[in-house]
């Protein structure tokens, strides 16, 4: 019977604690919201929402996801940029020699190079269709087929032309290629001539904005450089991304600089974005869209339109767009009850996932999961205030003591150099 007291005790203990720790774990977010999934094993992700973003760091660095049993889960923050970039490789040209209606070029990439996946060739000649083979290889010897089916061409017509010199292919690390550019059988009447080839690494990824709109706000009239101009302040809802604003213009035509700052501090506010405004009568009237340099979290912006002598244009309705933040995650085991993302405390470290670095290796398409409504944490406990804070009569008290402890020293001093004008001078100080 001890022993299952003792066992029962223990157990009590053991449970206690770990209460106490798992509400420790999460009273350091003031906020969180659930994420609702079908409850299967596997990849899932969604768009971090607006308010979520608004009280969480810049880099939502603070967020984290717990489980029903309070388990962290690793994620990754995905932000949904529209990319379009090439790098382009130092190669060196090599063994380029003609067989039959063919020719072939082969390039050194370098001892270890990056992910290559497009050539772009140049060959002699204009109004051809010419078959394109790529191959990659390690060590000049053991060839793989990276594409035997594609074609580039040029052709004139009107004094207009139209060529496409670049062929893609699956993402490599082969630091040898051999491009195999075959004659068009209808205009060459020989092998065609490989003046160039080149290598690069291309990524073109379509973007995903999040939009949401704001107030109108009222405006202010002001002289720009002299001339009538209006302004507005705008109010995003709270410190976010934000990339473009959208303005519905109810004018049929107009032409009106413009300029956008960031307005958090109106002391030092900086520009983002510059240009014209215009619309010509009779075309559609699609919304004004400006585009700033960068992404900016900020959140107050102000427009300033040049207006010269012309009315202030009446704008209907204003939008704000991001790239959006897609968070995803991977369930490892069933799940029944609804995930916690847990946010708002800005002093949290950066997580730093393994599972940040696997994002860009997925096989499937993650699978779209929902979030809930904002909820306050029930078990957040603040960080407490420092002691200067928590006590800040103290500091009253210790000025008021210092200020009483120099008005002695001073006193003292006063009374010593008194009483020794009023003795006079002595011997000593005649010799």
């Given at each position: 019977m001890r022993t299952l007291r003792a066992v029962a005790l223990i157990g009590g203990f053991v449970t206690a604690a770990v209460v106490v720790v798992a509400q420790t774990q999460l009273s350091?977010?003031?906020f969180f919201v659930e994420t609702s999934t079908n409850g299967n094993p596997g990849i899932y992700q969604y768009t971090v929402p607006l308010q979520v973003m608004g009280q969480s760091r810049d880099d939502l660095g603070d967020l984290r996801l717990f489980d029903a049993e309070n388990h962290e889960i690793p994620y990754a923050i995905r932000v949904r940029k529209e990319v379009n970039e090439q790098k382009e490789f130092d190669v060196q040209v090599f063994n380029k020699v003609t067989a039959g209606s063919s020719t072939e070029a082969t390039i050194d990439l370098g001892e270890k190079p990056s992910e290559h996946n497009e050539v772009q060739i140049e060959t002699t000649g204009s109004d051809f269709r010419r078959r394109v083979t790529v191959e990659g290889s390690d060590s000049i010897g053991a060839w793989k087929t990276l594409r035997?089916?594609?074609?580039?061409?040029?052709?004139?017509?009107d004094g207009k032309s139209v060529e496409s010199?670049?062929?893609?292919?699956p993402a490599s690390r082969y630091r040898y290629l051999r491009v195999r550019v075959s004659a068009d059988e209808l205009s060459d009447h020989r092998a065609p001539d490989i003046t160039s080839v080149k290598a690069l690494m291309t990524v073109h990824e379509k973007g995903e904005l999040t939009t949401w709109g704001l107030n109108v706000p009222s405006y202010q009239l002001l002289r720009n450089q002299g001339a009538h101009a209006s302004s507005w302040i705008i109010d995003l809802g709270a410190r976010v991304p934000c990339e473009r604003l959208?303005?519905?213009?109810?004018?049929?035509s107009f032409y009106r600089p413009f300029l956008v700052e960031t307005f958090d501090d109106p002391q030092n506010?900086?520009?983002?974005a510059s240009g014209n405004l215009s619309r010509r009568t009779g075309d559609a009237n699609n919304p004004q869209v400006i585009v700033f340099d960068h992404e900016e979290h900020v959140r107050q912006l102000r427009l300033q339109i040049t207006d010269y002598s012309n009315p202030?244009?009446?704008i209907e309705a204003i939008e704000a767009s991001a790239p959006a933040r897609e968070l995803v995650f991977e369930l490892k085991r069933p799940q029944i009850v609804p995930l916690r993302l847990y946010f708002g405390n800005s002093k949290?470290?950066?997580p730093h996932y393994d599972f940040e670095k696997e994002l860009g290796r997925l096989k499937t398409a993650p699978v779209q999961s929902s979030v809930g409504d904002i909820k306050k944490n029930p078990v957040y406990t603040p960080e407490p205030l420092p002691f200067t804070e928590r006590v800040s009569w103290l500091i009253y008290v210790v000025l008021a003591a210092s200020s009483v402890a120099l008005g002695w020293i001073l006193f003292s001093l006063a009374r010593r150099t008194v009483g020794k004008e009023e003795e006079g001078p002595t011997v000593s100080d005649m010799l």
């Open positions: 350091s977010w003031p035997s089916d594609a074609v580039i061409f040029a052709f004139q017509s010199n670049s062929v893609t292919y959208s303005l519905s213009i109810a004018e049929p506010p900086q520009l983002i202030t244009l009446s949290m470290p950066e």
